[in-house]
Nanobody
Framework: QVQLVESGGGLVQAGASLRLSCAAS????????MAWFRQAPGKEREFVAI???????NYADSVKGRFTISRDNVLNTVYLQMNSLKLEDTAVYYC????????????WGQGTQVTVSS
């Protein structure tokens, strides 16, 4: 099992940037596929970004070109750099770990709130 703790959320104005961090501990982290999801009030949780740990990443269309996922396997941390934030990016952001290339996620963080104001 991997324990995941997100940080870096906050209240920012539209157009600003934030970097979220997700620190992992427990089982080996650097073999996992890592992803970010988010859930806005009254909405379903949705996929944001994925890092397959083989150089490949992918993003939801809504964040492509603005968000970047990256990881540091020495620090056991995955990041989500969020630029040009929009009001609709407001959500609780969760990181998640997968042992099967993103088919399923067995460990989740507690989430960090991102609020974008006008």
């Amino acid at each position: 099992q991997v324990q995941l703790v997100e940080s870096g959320g906050g209240l920012v104005q539209a157009g600003a940037s934030l970097r979220l961090s997700c620190a992992a501990s427990g089982r080996t982290f650097n073999e996992d596929t890592m992803a970010w999801f988010r859930q806005a009030p009254g909405k379903e949780r949705e996929f944001v970004a994925i890092d397959w740990n083989d150089g490949r990443t992918n993003y939801a269309d809504s964040v492509k070109g603005r968000f970047t996922i990256s990881r540091d396997n020495v620090l056991n941390t995955v990041y989500l750099q969020m630029n040009s934030l929009k009001l609709e990016d407001t959500a609780v952001y969760y990181c998640a770990a997968s042992e099967d290339w993103g088919q399923s996620y067995h460990d989740w963080g507690q989430g960090t709130q991102v609020t974008v104001s006008s």
